[in-house]
C-alpha cells in the first residue's frame, strides 16, 4: 500500500508545476490578443476622429467659399494635425456640390505586437474610416 501510494506520488511529482507553466502561457497569449485588440480599436477611434473633425471643416470652409479645393485643403490641413500617420488614399476627400456633403476617408494601420507579423492576421490591423459632414440646417 505505502509502496504504490511513493509510485503515484512520484508519477504526479512536477505536475502541478506543469499546470502553472501552461496556465501562464496561455494568460501571456491572451494579455497579447487584448493588447493586439485595444491597440486596433483606438487606431479605428483615432482615425474616426480625425475623419469627423475633417469632414466638418471641410464643410464648413465650402459653405463659405464654394470652392471643392479650398474644402479639401482644409481638411487635409485639419487631418495632418489631428493625426500625421494617416494615409490619405488617392480620392480621400469627396464633396457632393449639390448638398454640400463631404466624405473623408482615412486609412491607417495599427502597430500591434503580433497581429501585425502574421499573413493571416496582417489585415485586421488596417483601419478604413469614412465619415461623411453634411451642412447646418440651421
Not at 480620392?91 to 503580433?114: E, P
Amino acid at each position: 500500500m505505502r509502496g504504490s501510494l511513493r509510485r503515484v506520488h512520484r508519477e504526479q511529482s512536477g505536475l502541478v508545476g506543469k499546470i502553472i507553466v501552461v496556465w501562464l502561457v496561455f494568460v501571456a497569449v491572451l494579455g497579447i490578443f487584448a493588447i493586439d485588440a485595444a491597440s486596433v480599436l483606438f487606431t479605428k477611434f483615432r482615425l474616426s476622429d480625425a475623419a469627423a473633425t475633417a469632414a466638418s471643416t471641410a464643410v464648413s470652409t465650402y459653405e463659405s467659399d464654394r470652392d471643392v479645393t479650398a474644402a479639401c485643403n482644409a481638411a487635409e490641413l485639419s487631418v495632418r494635425q489631428s493625426d500625421p500617420d494617416a494615409v490619405m488614399a488617392k480620392a480621400w476627400c469627396k464633396v457632393d456640390t449639390s448638398s454640400g456633403d463631404v466624405t473623408i476617408t482615412l486609412r491607417k494601420t495599427a502597430s500591434t505586437v503580433i497581429a501585425g507579423r502574421f499573413s493571416f492576421t496582417r489585415d485586421l490591423t488596417k483601419v478604413v474610416q469614412q465619415e461623411t459632414a453634411e451642412p447646418s440646417s440651421l
